[in-house]
């Protein structure tokens, strides 16, 4: 277990080094105008004094080692055209928490409702709770999210009496791009809670159980409802984990400070040393959280094993 | 047969609802389980012999149904039962099963002693330590060894053999009347077979049970059952003693099904195979439901249905071969050879 964790972590580093070095290099192709306001205003030797500040005029191995060395020291640079002058980590530091915040209680609430929904359906199957079910489900993922995430703010504000806009110290304000944002997880819960217990329900180990005389109950909650859920434990860390990256319709609607959005944007400002921050923490929060998944399955699913089989059966 | 029956049908008629049309599936069943006997019940797949069986469980698919009959056990009738409380006093308690394929009849994520002890505590009521020592005591009763260590094992870590001896386990931790074993070989390779019989068998006097067979391998029922009853078509159409079944039988559908025994079979010959398919069961079967099958079938078989004639006291069969008026047909060659040469090749 250990030795397997060990394994994946030293993988999953590698991965990321190799994600880093990619966007790195891919980066420097870029046309150097975009770190200019004035590009054409400036002389060729003005243009060269700004890009040997910027580190530019480096070789290339050479900034990547600059780049990695500065990271091991947890330090992610400074932003170069975003906010010019300032810290990445302060930059990050001020708008994660908004998005994780908002991201873990839509999460929560998306589980709240996805998880009775699904285990609702399963357990009427084509009766009225699946049929609901169903059409939440395809309505969720047959429209497109900008459209019913407009219509909650405008109906929902309206109907609360509620402010369009986002305050942080205010908790009303929250309620509305809390349910926005999850919404399509209740759905996705809801859908593959669904058919995961449906495939379980349908197991000679449910018929066993039936005959041995346990209630629909019992065989519901201790048998299927938990076979049901191991598969999808494997995604939550992920998805906890990503809630860190905001997302751009509700955070842009509200007008909320969050980090919805701020990797497009320093993309088209080309903020190099930004882009380079941002995709070594969304990377490497996508490959941890698959990592914590896996090992949390491991953990949870006994036919898991992390050893490698004797050509035993 | 002076034995009390512990369970009594009478005219079970079980209809399935498929895509809006009716299945007859079991059609005016009769049988009685006697106290201790073991008997088992032979056909085809598709017989029915399953969905029979189900019935006193109430374990139909949602879409079947009792139409007709009765079930008698203990003095009542459970095919009045409706609610799954009423149901609960049966299943485990008092009839358990044991399915075909122990690969995925237990549950994956549980201990196998979890899964005995579940089953421990709705029946037995013995709880903690107490239900814990019985499911050793019952592991070593199934002949696993080292129960201690087994017992926190879960279902991936044992073989096909050793599964099906856990579910045989669960099933007599319910301590149940009667046991009903569904094909419980037939998802085994063949030196598991007999181990798992003889350990059934073995049970059976152990915990008193009456025990009710269903597959469709004879060789398994010579081995096992004092009674057999042939089902074809949703009916039983031939019961009696295992002996008389297989020396004596009188239905021209028994008189197939032993003739296509491989072991009765001559080398370098085809085996013989019965022609056609089953009726099928959307439309009501006229006559005798065999008869299309049979190549010496009489006219009124096909028109109509034959009464049970009774050969002895515990034999009877449905076939109108059996009316005096019947012209005298003698069962095929093969047949006659088990008569007076027995099985053989088996265990």
């Keep these: ?313 | 047969m002076e034995r009390a029956p512990i369970l009594q049908v009478k005219d079970l008629d079980v209809k399935f609802n498929l895509r809006g049309r009716q299945l007859h599936a079991i059609r005016g069943v009769s049988l009685n389980l006697y106290k201790g006997e073991s008997l088992a019940i032979v056909g085809e797949s598709g017989s029915g012999k399953s969905v029979f069986v189900k019935t006193f469980m109430g374990l139909l698919d949602s879409n079947g149904w009792v139409d007709n009959g009765h079930i008698l056990y203990n003095g009542e009738d459970l095919v009045s039962y409706t609610t799954e409380r009423q149901w609960l006093q049966v299943r485990g308690r008092e009839i358990a099963m044991v399915l075909q394929d122990p690969m995925t009849s237990l549950n994956p994520l549980k201990t196998i002693g979890a899964q005995i002890i579940e089953a421990i505590e709705l029946h037995q009521d013995l709880h903690g330590e107490k239900a814990r020592q019985e499911m050793l005591s019952i592991l070593t009763d199934v002949g696993i060894t080292e129960p201690e260590r087994r017992a926190k094992q879960y279902p991936h870590e044992f073989s096909g053999g050793m599964r099906q001896r856990v579910v045989i386990a669960i099933a007599v931790a319910c301590r149940p009347q009667i046991l009903i074993c569904d094909e419980p070989t037939t998802a085994l390779d063949v030196t598991i077979q007999a181990q798992i019989l003889k350990l059934i068998r073995n049970l059976k006097e152990k915990y008193e049970l009456t025990t009710i067979y269903i597959t469709h391998d004879l060789g398994v029922v010579a081995n096992v059952a004092d009674r057999i009853a042939v089902m074809y078509a949703g009916d039983i159409v031939e019961i009696g003693l295992c002996e008389e079944v297989f020396y004596d039988p009188k239905h021209p559908y028994t008189w197939a099904l032993l003739s296509s025994l491989p072991q009765l079979g001559v080398k370098g010959e085809p085996l013989y195979s019965i022609h056609g398919t089953p009726p099928n069961l959307f439309y009501e079967v006229k006559g005798d439901a065999f008869a299309p099958r049979n190549p010496q079938a009489l006219k009124i078989d096909f028109e109509k249905r034959p009464p049970y004639f009774e050969v002895s006291l515990t034999h009877k069969a449905r076939t109108w071969l059996l009316d005096p008026r019947a012209p005298k047909i003698d069962p095929p060659e093969a047949v006659r050879k088990l008569a007076t040469e027995g099985v053989k090749g088996y265990e």
Excluded at chain 1, 10 to 36: D, N
Excluded at chain 1, 91 to 101: L, Q
Excluded at chain 1, 255 to 268: A, F, H, N, R, T
Aim: hydrophobic share 50%.
């Design chain 1, 1 to 313: 277990m250990l030795k397997y964790s060990l394994k994946r972590l030293a993988s999953s580093v590698l991965t990321l080094c190799i994600i880093i070095v990619v966007v790195f290099v891919l980066l420097r192709q870029m046309p150097i105008e975009g770190y200019f306001d004035n590009y054409e205003k400036l002389d060729e030797f003005q243009i060269q004094v700004k890009l040997t500040q910027l580190g530019l005029n480096d070789p290339v191995l050479v900034q990547l080692k600059n780049f990695f060395v500065k990271l091991l020291h947890g330090d992610l640079g400074t932003s170069s055209r975003y906010s010019a002058g300032t810290p990445i980590a302060t930059i990050i530091a001020n708008k994660a928490p908004v998005s994780i915040y908002m991201g873990v209680w839509s999460m929560a609430i998306s589980l709240i409702m996805g998880i009775p929904l699904g285990a609702a359906m399963a357990r009427s199957k084509s009766g009225f709770w699946d049929k609901f079910g169903t059409a939440f489900i395809v309505f969720i993922n047959a429209v497109p999210s900008a459209v019913y995430y407009i219509f909650i703010q405008t109906y929902g504000t309206e109907a609360l009496g509620i402010s369009m806009l986002f305050e942080r110290e205010n908790w009303v304000t929250w309620i509305l791009p809390v349910f926005s944002l999850s919404l399509g997880s209740t759905a996705s819960y809801a859908m593959w809670l669904r058919r995961y217990m449906v495939d379980e329900m349908n197991k000679d180990y449910v018929r066993l159980a039936r005959a041995k005389g346990v209630s629909n109950k019992k065989i519901m909650m201790k048998h299927v409802f938990r076979n049901a859920f191991v598969p999808m434990i494997q995604y939550i860390p992920a998805s906890l984990l990503y809630t860190i990256c905001g997302s751009i319709y509700v955070e842009s609607l509200y007008s909320v400070p969050g980090m919805g959005g701020l990797l497009v944007d320093v993309i088209s400002r080309q903020d190099n040393p930004m882009v380079q921050a941002l995709v070594v923490i969304y990377s490497g929060i996508g490959i941890v959280g698959l990592l914590l998944g896996d090992i949390l399955m491991g953990v949870i699913d006994p036919r898991i094993s992390f050893v490698k089989k004797e050509g035993a059966r």
